[in-house]
Nanobody, 123 residues
């Protein structure tokens, strides 16, 4: 098993920035990709960003490209999500996720997930 613990969420105003962190522990050697999903009330779960350790290579949802940056440290089993120019529509619970097999961006194929951290962006 892999345990994921997120931190860094909060309440900010539109245009502000936040940095989310996720620390992985356990059988982390079994994971090839880590990333972030989000879910807002009444909305479907949405893929946000991911980073594959081989490469590394990054992936982003169109809605966050140019504003969010994912980075990570494979040796420390940690992944970050730098969120700039935040918008009210970015308000959601953000979940750190990890994949044992990576077939591309998806909100449903992950193998492990954290408890989530709330990000609220006021207008």
């Amino acid at each position: 098993q892999v345990q994921l613990v997120e931190s860094g969420g909060g309440l900010v105003q539109a245009g502000d920035s936040l940095r989310l962190s996720c620390a992985a522990s356990g059988r982390t050697f079994a994971t090839v990709t880590m990333g972030w999903l989000r879910q807002a009330p009444g909305r479907e779960r949405e893929f946000v960003a991911a980073i594959t350790w081989s490469g590394p290579r990054t992936y982003y949802a169109d809605s966050v490209k140019g504003r969010f940056t994912i980075s990570g440290d494979d040796a420390k089993n940690t992944v970050y999500l730098q969120m700039n120019s935040l918008k009210p529509e970015d308000t959601a619970v953000y979940y750190c996720t990890a994949w044992k097999t990576w077939i591309g961006p998806s909100a449903y194929t992950y193998d492990y997930w954290g408890q989530g951290t709330q990000v609220t962006v006021s207008s």
